[in-house]
């Protein structure tokens, strides 16, 4: 964007003559620039987020790195884009979870959880003095009455529910793959949500990847608790999705 274009529009929450505010826009792009991409998907009875991993350092622990949050023990999600702003917005969302727990004494539902996420994202595109988060939160939860939730916040303070989404560098492409398959609207199972999730990765990447390279949470009916899968479960996935390929 040139600064001839923008016309110091692009300095502050302020509308240009065309109606843009620049700021946003260049959170959108902000979360591309991370270099990962993350899908969610939506499934009869579960629903999975799953990530890219990347270790910037040989010498750093790769325990320690980690885009997956678990915001309580039945609500998690992935975060794409600036890593500070990420950890920002997830310390938040967990306050926010602990404060409607102790206001109404039962688990914030996921749907709250994504509303109440995005009003706070909404108030940094009205104050000159804050700014957007570069960050793209997919939400997953259990909810009592309406099953497997998938939701998707965005800086600009818009939540929607999804079969399935995508956030990040291949978003795009990501969800391109994603409408091809959900055409005939499958009713997945467990094993068949968490493949498709490595099988849009591995697509839009054009790789095959290692548990290493890989982050995968799930939430089940059975369980309801967010369980953030082990190398020994995604390896076990990959070598099933490799047989039936």
């Known amino acids: 964007m040139s600064r001839s274009g923008t016309a110091g529009y692009d300095m502050s929450i302020i509308f240009s003559p ?24 939506r499934g009869k009875d579960c629903v ?8 910037p350092d040989k010498l750093i622990d790769p325990k320690s790195v980690t885009s997956l ?14 890593v500070p702003d990420s950890k920002s917005q ?4 967990i306050q926010e979870c602990a404060t409607f727990h102790h206001k109404f004494g039962y688990q914030i539902p996921p749907n709250v959880l994504a509303k109440r996420m995005a009003d706070i994202a909404q108030l940094s595109t009205q104050h000159a003095s804050a700014r957007p988060l570069g960050v793209a939160m997919i939400l997953i939860g259990i ?17 929607t529910g999804y079969k399935a989404t995508a956030a990040g560098e ?11 398959k959900f055409k005939s609207n499958p009713q997945l199972s467990k094993d068949e949500t968490i493949q498709m999730a490595i099988s849009t990765l591995q697509s839009v990447l054009g790789a095959d990847l290692k548990s290493s390279d890989l982050e995968i949470g799930i939430c089940t009916m059975d369980n309801r608790k967010f369980v953030i899968m ?12 490799a047989e039936r390929d």
């Open 18 to 41: 065309q109606g843009k505010l620049y700021q946003i826009e260049y959170a959108f792009k902000a979360i591309k620039t991370g270099g990962l991409t993350s899908v969610g998907i």
């Open 48 to 55: 999975v987020v799953a990530t890219q991993k990347k270790i």
């Open 69 to 82: 949050y678990k915001l309580t023990d039945y609500i998690g999600c992935v975060q794409t884009g600036i």
């Open 90 to 93: 997830a310390s938040r969302a």
């Open 143 to 159: 909810d009592d009455e309406l099953g497997p939730q998938l939701f998707k916040v965005d800086p600009a303070g818009v939540f």
């Open 170 to 180: 291949k978003e795009q492409e990501s969800t391109n793959f994603l409408e091809k």
């Open 230 to 241: 082990t190398d020994e479960d995604i390896d076990s996935q990959l070598t099933k999705l």
